[in-house]
């Protein structure tokens, strides 16, 4: 069968498969854990006076956690298919999101220049100010990289051979280097969602069922990141970055 949308949706379906049975513990759980922030924006309560910075973020703060559950969702379909390099672009919008939340939740009073583009904060600064070191080693390295279509994207379309010759991956295909990849570097982000929600509204109204849903999903993602911690040794400075952005 030759290179097309036929042949495309068959390896898909077969990525998917792979996905699900390899990785049997993310399909069993992170689906319900997104559904779970569809379910926030529902029980944000009193945003205050949007004429006020902090009405303003609250009113920013509120859209974002609107948005954010379908991002999350795509990310993990195209996971899940093996689309690994435009699941961490997905990735790369959602922790800019995230980061202007924590920084405007900190810095109200900057947040109306900023929209107005009168004086603009940069991704470098919003990050710096919480774990210096990540914007550049992780942030311009890799998710940057990975969104300026030059060499990164390279590894996810060619691969090595049994011989050790390259060749041009065709259609999708699991990679589990890849799709561990993905998947570690979104765990992480939908806790600091999650974790945040309550955080950044204190007025919130959540009913018993979504707190038990929270507690839940907060549950599992915080075993998911210790498992990975003490099965990759390496992970641990990239923690330490992340850990200031989403506890």
């Known amino acids: 069968m030759r290179l097309g949308i036929e042949f495309i949706e068959k390896t898909e379906y077969e990525t998917i498969h792979i996905s699900r049975s390899y990785l049997k513990g993310i399909h069993e759980n992170v689906p319900n854990i997104i559904d779970t922030t569809f379910k926030l924006a529902y029980f944000t309560g009193d945003l205050g006076n949007v004429e006020t910075p ?4 609250l009113s920013i703060c509120k859209i974002t956690y609107m948005q954010a ?9 195209l996971y899940e298919k093996g689309y ?6 997905l990735y790369r919008h959602l922790i800019e999101a995230f980061i202007q939340l924590r920084y405007f939740y900190k810095y109200p009073s900057k947040l109306e220049e900023h929209i107005k583009q009168t004086k603009r904060i940069n991704f470098s600064a919003m990050f710096n100010e919480f774990s210096a070191g ?8 890799q998710l940057s990289e990975a969104a300026h279509g030059f060499i990164f994207k390279h590894m996810h379309r060619v691969d090595l051979d049994p011989s050790g010759k390259r060749r041009t991956v065709m259609g999708s295909q699991f990679d589990v280097d890849r799709a561990t990849y ?3 570097n979104t765990i992480p982000l939908l806790f600091g969602f999650i974790n945040w929600f309550p955080k950044f509204f204190n007025n919130n109204n959540l009913d018993d069922e979504t707190k038990c849903r929270i507690t839940e999903s907060i549950s599992w993602l915080e075993i998911a990141m210790a498992s990975h911690k003490r099965a990759n040794t390496g992970s641990m400075k990239w923690y330490e970055h992340m850990d200031k952005f989403i506890q």
């Open 134 to 141: 990540y914007y550049k080693r992780y942030y311009s390295n």
């Open 182 to 184: 993905v998947i570690n």
């Open 69 to 77: 559950p379908y991002t999350f969702w795509a990310l993990y379909n």
């Open 54 to 57: 902090e009405g303003t973020f």
């Open 84 to 89: 690994y390099l435009e699941a961490i672009n």
